[in-house]
């Protein structure tokens, strides 16, 4: 199994990313999949989940309607679109599947300042 987020950076506040996961190992169209963030000194959260056939997302409520989940099932990759970047949005970015996988990937950094 493998795990592997890019598309991370610095960004200003009110600014967009577009991150990826590549996955491998499993049957990826078989298995929703999620996007977590861990912030510095704080627990992982849970921030967006997708169906295995992209047709349900849910979102945490403090991203709704500025982060977009979405699946490329032949390229076996989740995006995750973040709009209108806030401080608090600054974080690792993870994705797992669901249900949730022992292994976790490196993540990606996110960095939202001025």
């Known amino acids: 199994v493998q795990l592997v987020e890019s598309g991370g950076g610095l960004v200003q506040p009110g600014g967009s990313l577009r991150l990826s996961c590549a996955a491998s190992?499993?049957?990826?169209?078989?298995?929703?999949m999620r996007w977590y963030r861990q912030a510095p000194g704080k627990e992982r959260e849970l921030v967006a989940t997708i169906s295995s056939t992209g047709a349900i997302t849910n979102y945490l409520d403090s991203v709704k309607g500025r982060f977009t989940m979405s699946r490329d099932n032949a390229k076996s990759t989740v995006f995750l679109q973040m709009n209108n970047l806030k401080p608090e949005d600054t974080a690792v970015y993870y994705c797992?599947?669901?249900?949730?996988?022992?292994?976790w990937g490196k993540g990606t950094l996110v960095t939202v300042s001025s």
């Open positions: 797992n599947r669901f249900p949730r996988l022992d292994y």
């Open positions: 190992g499993f049957t990826f169209s078989s298995y929703g």
